[in-house]
């Protein structure tokens, strides 16, 4: 006997995933003229299931593609393939720079098995292990860090990460039926604690009382980062940082901020003449581009940022010898510059 059927099963990983995708702005079609493709409009293509490898999923590609999208920019959403043409000189680093990302945002739940990739890349991921952003020299690292704070804004958020907590419930409870060992469920790993600070836990070896971001304060220890008191003995979150470098920043002198106003009185008016700018009511370090004219290094070699140094530094004007390395201003200068989460 017939009957009407009314409703179509879709799998339940990529129900959660489709719904991320149209509220972060985007519509998944399928097709066979691509593995995975985006045209600029709204619309990103992903192939049939049968032409995926058998360890991928709709859910995975969805997920892979938003980390490009994070790279990117929001920009990205209006340019085919994200602005990337997947044969140029950068096109190496850029995937390197989703695949940080897609490690740290599945490591929160658990998922780094479940939602590997299975691209080309492959061999990458499978040599990352801890602190995957730890090299800040890296250009990579550095696109990848910008990535994951863009994961807590407009469109990504919060959507996405919905879609990661939506995605580990699920993972968890096929994954106590999961017993083929074969079975992509069994690469599902519980996810790691909560760091006693509120902030994503990390893999990095260290403590709260080795960061860079530990401070002092009517003599209790805080947190840069976490705006709250910690504990020395803390393991390291997310968020930690050994020590902090300024010749391999540089950022309060890049584009970071975009002035640096001096006294008339101040002495490097009359040392360094050459890097003064009269603005009539006021002075400022002559700029070059979105940098102080006077911040040498930052170039860009194998991948890799060359060291930074001023050329002035030993008449540096105050508002430069007043910058104080691991303070709130230095922070949000790195983070501007994508070498702090």
């Known amino acids: 006997m017939a009957r009407d059927v009314t409703h179509r099963y879709i799998d339940p990983l990529a129900q959660v995933w489709l719904g991320a995708a149209r509220r972060i702005g985007l519509r998944i079609e399928r097709t066979a003229d691509a593995y995975a493709a985006t045209d600029g409009h709204g619309t990103l293509a992903i192939a049939h299931d049968r032409e995926l ?33 997947n044969t140029g000189p950068d096109h ?17 739940h658990g998922l ?12 990458f991921w499978d040599e990352l292990a801890g602190d995957v952003l730890a090299d800040r020299d890296d250009r990579s690292v ?44 069994r690469a599902v790993t519980p996810a790691p604690d909560a760091h006693p600070s509120g902030l994503p836990p990390g893999s990095a070896t260290g403590s709260c009382g080795t960061c860079a971001w530990r401070y002092t304060q009517r003599g209790v220890a805080r947190c840069r980062q976490a705006e709250a008191r910690v504990d020395a003995a803390w393991p390291a979150c997310e968020r930690y940082e050994p020590a902090l470098d300024c010749q391999s920043c540089g950022a309060c002198c890049r584009a970071a901020y975009h002035s640096v106003e001096v006294s008339r009185r101040d002495p490097v008016v009359k040392a360094q003449p050459g890097y003064i700018v009269d603005r009539g009511t006021y002075l400022e370090i002559r700029r070059d581009g979105d940098r102080c004219g006077a911040l040498c290094g930052g170039e860009l070699r194998d991948g890799r940022t060359t060291r930074f140094h001023c050329a002035i530094y030993d008449d540096r004007p105050k508002t430069c010898r007043d910058f104080t390395l691991g303070s709130a201003h230095c922070l949000t200068a790195r983070r501007r510059v994508g070498l702090s989460l």
């Open 92 to 108: 190496d680093w850029r995937e390197h720079a989703c695949l940080r990302v897609q490690w740290t945002l599945a490591s929160r």
């Open 142 to 185: 550095q696109a990848a860090i910008a990535a994951v704070r863009r994961a807590e804004q407009p469109p990504w958020a919060p959507a996405l990460t919905e879609a990661l907590a939506a995605t580990a419930r699920i993972a968890r409870d096929v994954h106590a039926f999961a017993d083929d060992t074969a079975v992509l469920w």
């Open 53 to 85: 490898d058998r360890d991928d999923s709709l859910a995975q590609m969805i997920f892979h593609e938003l980390c490009h999208s994070l790279v990117e920019g929001p920009d990205s959403f209006a340019r085919p393939d994200w602005g990337m043409d």
């Open 112 to 123: 780094r098995g479940l939602f590997a990739p299975t691209t080309d890349f492959r061999a």
